[in-house]
């Protein structure tokens, strides 16, 4: 990893800056800045190395390049051979190639056979240097968890054209399956989950949806909707997780000594507080905005972990219990 | 004024040098171009084993690793005239053809692909011997909305993924790709990948092992097994990255003390004090065998990992409604009978039977093992060990 200031990253940002900064009305620095990643400050740097250059030799470049820079924009003139962008190097035609399976290239193209296409035609028209063994990739496509029934595309096309979305929900703890209309406001990956964030009309309010509860969905072909300005989606991250608690709680579940270190590396990741017991046992103090999320959370771990209270969440542990105890016979 | 061009520079001036000119240049030419090189020639001729030539096979080599397609060809200036080594930018190559947007009707007669570039630019080199064997591209590249919204979108996702080695990548392709595109011809993405601080300490050691990788490196790591809850220091081959279930994983094989162990997957959050073996750092150490697969490693159940005692266990669970119509949704098991309430009875292939009573207890009553009768047992077993837990102090479990 590089701190921006190699060779290899000064000229990477410059053929990107030089092109752009040769359209008629140049580039501005800001912009340039953000789609590069750095700041205005190092890419007037990176452009005074081209314009140094002319001071000790002309090189091969035409002698009457002209780069301008003032306090907003770079513009360039007779910039030959850097007007255009480059090809896609290896990388990122790989890049592009792991991007073509991912979810949001699905949602838009969900042939992956059209995708492959694509792909076939890029490789052969925009790329320098194709990739000569795909496996020799050095990572697997990202995973992004099975979507056997599309749902989560058509929530995402959904959100993508601002369209209201129907669905068919499981909520946790639920008896029955609820219909709801949804304007998705955003499509969200968190601890290995994907949520659909938005404002639910049954509720009157924004709510985060799992998507694996989603059971089905179908964006309306008409109705639309605006993501409000007062919408930020910061708001519901916590701990690099998703979270909306309108009525939160707190439990404390005590985790036997041979579960306690998975549940020790899982509250430092997740932020939550927790200690240890003389025989090695942990209790975890847990956030809670739904009670049969602790609940079935508890149980994941069989007799090796107990709500200790509060009450309410024990007796509520003792009934789910007994019920299951009743449906084995 | 500087006296020693930076190697930016350098790279600059062989850039520009080439990209100006229409046809092959010899070495000499070239070298004289570029003050860096330019004591390389002498008497008209490339000096062999100088400093130049050595700086300049390594900027060759650097800047075609960055795409900039040097290619080496023999050329003749004249008819009858002696034939000569040198070098030419592939033009064609070099840079991206206009991308336009094109509806449904001009994709199909390929209209766009003989339309003429939008803006003037250096014609096309044509040397008497091009080097290259591709195809020349069409000067226009035709795309229709959905595809280029497929490429842009998706490059954006993947550049989001916390850690993703080829992130930095995949943002410098979704910039050459957008470079045409008036801005309007993509939305922003409505689609946020969340980092926790797992994800954000993988960040950093992800470069490193997507390095190591590549090229091949062992690497010694200190690694904390959950299994034997200890902490020891492992030699690995590197033979893949994994992402999933928000997590990163490494699938390496640990030769140290059993040279034909099989590769397993390591969590990089478990990892500390990685190091590259950096000795003959041009030759691998290891190569990954054609067998190898690593998407055998994505998507398993922990139930399904490990190798067992024979044949694993067909598990038969009844999901009540509505549990029944998520677990249809997201395709678990196989269906084996429907209800006419709604329940399904599904199958799962299961080897490691504590992790799969787990998940099953974790559904909080929705579901409940029918068959095998001892797996039924094992479940009613854990499930009377819950209730003991819960019971009321001095009262029946």
């Given at each position: 990893m590089t701190d921006g200031t190699t060779a290899a990253d000064r000229l990477t940002r410059l053929l990107h800056v030089l092109p752009a900064a040769?359209?008629?009305?140049?580039?501005?620095?800001?912009?340039?800045?953000?789609?590069?990643?750095?700041?205005r400050e190092r890419i007037v740097e990176d452009v005074r190395d081209v314009t140094d250059r002319a001071f000790y030799h002309p090189g091969g470049w035409p002698d009457d390049v002209v780069i301008l820079v003032d306090a907003e924009r770079v513009r360039v003139q007779h910039a030959v051979g850097f007007d255009r962008?480059?090809?896609?190097?290896?990388?990122?035609t790989l890049a592009l190639a792991l991007a073509l399976r991912c979810t949001s290239a699905a949602s838009h193209l969900q042939d992956p056979d059209t995708r492959a296409g694509l792909l076939e035609r890029a490789e052969a028209h925009l790329s320098s240097a194709r990739p000569e063994d795909m496996d020799a990739v050095p990572t697997a496509a990202p995973d992004h968890a099975p979507d056997p029934a599309d749902i989560r595309q058509e929530v995402l096309r959904a959100a993508r054209h601002r369209r209201r979305c129907a669905m068919v929900y499981l909520k946790s703890g639920d008896d029955d399956l609820s219909v709801r209309m949804v304007d998705p406001y955003a499509v969200a990956y968190a601890r290995g989950a994907w949520y659909t964030v938005g404002h639910c009309h049954r509720s009157d309010g924004v709510r985060i949806f799992r998507m694996d509860r989603i059971v089905e969905a179908a964006a309306a072909p008409d109705a639309t909707f605006e993501v409000p300005d007062s919408f930020d989606l910061g708001t519901y991250i916590t701990d690099g997780g998703l979270y909306h608690a309108p009525h939160e709680s707190r439990a404390r579940v005590r985790y036997a000594p041979t579960v306690a270190r998975w549940v020790r590396e899982r509250a430092e990741v997740h932020?939550?507080?927790?200690?240890?017991?003389?025989?090695?046992?942990?209790?975890?103090?847990?956030?809670v905005a739904d009670p049969s999320w602790v609940v079935s959370h508890a149980l994941q771990y069989g007799p090796a972990a107990e709500i200790l209270e509060p009450p309410e969440l024990r007796g509520l542990a003792r009934e789910v219990v007994e019920e299951m105890a009743e449906g084995l016979g | 004024m500087p006296t020693t061009p930076s190697k930016l520079q350098r790279w600059l001036d062989v850039v520009a040098f080439l990209a100006a000119r229409r046809f092959p240049v010899s070495t000499e030419e070239l070298w004289e171009a570029v003050p860096a090189y330019a004591a390389g020639v002498e008497d008209g001729q490339a000096k062999k084993g100088s400093a130049a030539?050595?700086?300049?096979?390594?900027?060759?080599?650097?800047?075609?690793?960055?795409?900039?397609?040097?290619?080496?060809?023999?050329?003749?200036?004249?008819?009858?005239?002696?034939?000569?080594?040198?070098?030419?930018?592939?033009?064609?190559?070099?840079?991206?053809?206009?991308?336009?947007?094109?509806?449904?009707?001009?994709?199909?007669?390929?209209?766009?692909?003989?339309?003429?570039?939008?803006?003037?630019?250096?014609?096309?080199?044509?040397?008497?011997?091009?080097?290259?064997?591709?195809?020349?591209?069409s000067a226009t590249f035709g795309v229709r909305e959905p595809e280029i919204a497929a490429a842009l979108d998706g490059l954006r996702e993947v550049a989001e993924i916390p850690g993703y080695p080829l992130a930095r990548d995949a943002r410098s392709a979704f910039r050459k790709l957008a470079f045409d595109l008036p801005p309007d011809a993509f939305t922003a993405s409505p689609v946020v990948h969340v980092a926790d601080a797992e994800a954000e300490a993988a960040a950093a050691v992800l470069p490193h092992l997507s390095d190591a990788l590549a090229r091949r490196k062992r690497i010694t790591v200190r690694y904390h097994s959950m299994n034997r809850d200890e902490t020891a220091t492992r030699t690995l081959e590197?033979?893949?990255?994994?992402?999933?279930?928000?997590?990163w994983y490494l699938v390496a094989r640990d030769t140290a003390h059993e040279p034909d162990a099989a590769p397993r997957m390591f969590r990089l959050g478990?990892?500390?004090?990685?190091?590259?073996?950096a000795a003959k750092p041009g030759t691998p150490d290891y190569t990954i065998p054609d067998t190898f697969d690593l998407s055998a490693f994505t998507g398993r159940k922990a139930w399904e990992l490990g190798e067992g005692d024979g044949d694993p266990v067909q598990a038969r669970v009844l999901f009540r409604f509505p549990r029944s119509a998520w677990a249809e949704r997201n395709d678990l098991g196989t269906l084996e009978a429907r209800t006419p309430e709604g329940h399904q009875l599904?199958?799962?292939?299961?080897?490691?039977?504590?992790?799969?009573?787990?998940?099953?207890m974790s559904l909080a009553g929705d579901a409940r093992v029918e068959s095998p009768p001892e797996l039924r047992d094992a479940h009613r077993v854990m499930v009377d060990a819950v209730r003991a837990r819960y019971a009321p102090p001095g009262g029946d479990a």
């Open positions: 040769a359209r008629p009305e140049g580039a501005a620095l800001d912009e340039l800045a953000e789609a590069l990643g750095t700041t962008p480059v090809q896609l190097n290896t990388a990122e932020g939550d507080g927790w200690t240890e017991e003389p025989d090695g046992a942990v209790v975890v103090e847990h956030r | 030539e050595r700086m300049f096979e390594r900027d060759k080599k650097e800047l075609r690793e960055l795409g900039i397609p040097i290619d080496t060809v023999t050329f003749s200036m004249g008819h009858e005239s002696e034939e000569s080594h040198g070098y030419q930018l592939g033009r064609k190559d070099f840079q991206l053809p206009y991308l336009k947007l094109v509806t449904e009707a001009q994709a199909q007669t390929g209209a766009p692909g003989r339309s003429p570039p939008p803006r003037s630019g250096p014609s096309s080199s044509s040397s008497s011997s091009s080097a290259s064997s591709r195809a020349h591209p590197p033979y893949g990255l994994l992402f999933q279930h928000g997590r478990r990892m500390r004090d990685l190091e590259v073996r599904r199958s799962f292939s299961v080897r490691r039977t504590d992790p799969f009573l787990r998940w099953v």
